[in-house]
């Protein structure tokens, strides 16, 4: 990553600076809201269709640790996914279930 001009600090990726060099806007894994659904289609490019629990349909991506380590996930495993606030039509599978 290449140096800010102005200054000696990074540029974050995404989000602000606050007043005190601290980056602001960015949402932890902690901050997601965890659900559990069935994977009812497989997409390309590790995107899948995801039917929750509680009847929703909504589409989800594959996790950094996922993808580093190779977890396969197709139709009909048991997902654990981390859905945004901000965005609830969209998540990211955290977890694939045993059974």
Known sequence: ?????????SRP???KL???GKVTGILAKDDLANLEG??????GGGHFV????NGHTLTAKLGGAMRRFRIRVISG??????VSPYDP?????????KN
Do not use: F, N, Q
């Open 89 to 97: 039509t969209h998540g990211l599978i955290l977890y694939r279930h």
């Open 18 to 20: 606050s007043g005190k």
């Open 1 to 9: 990553m290449r140096a800010h001009r102005s200054s000696g600090l």
């Open 38 to 43: 069935t994977v009812t289609e497989a997409r």
């Open 77 to 82: 495993d048991r997902v654990t996914i981390g």
């Open 13 to 15: 990726r995404c989000g």
């Open 50 to 53: 995801v039917k929750l629990e």
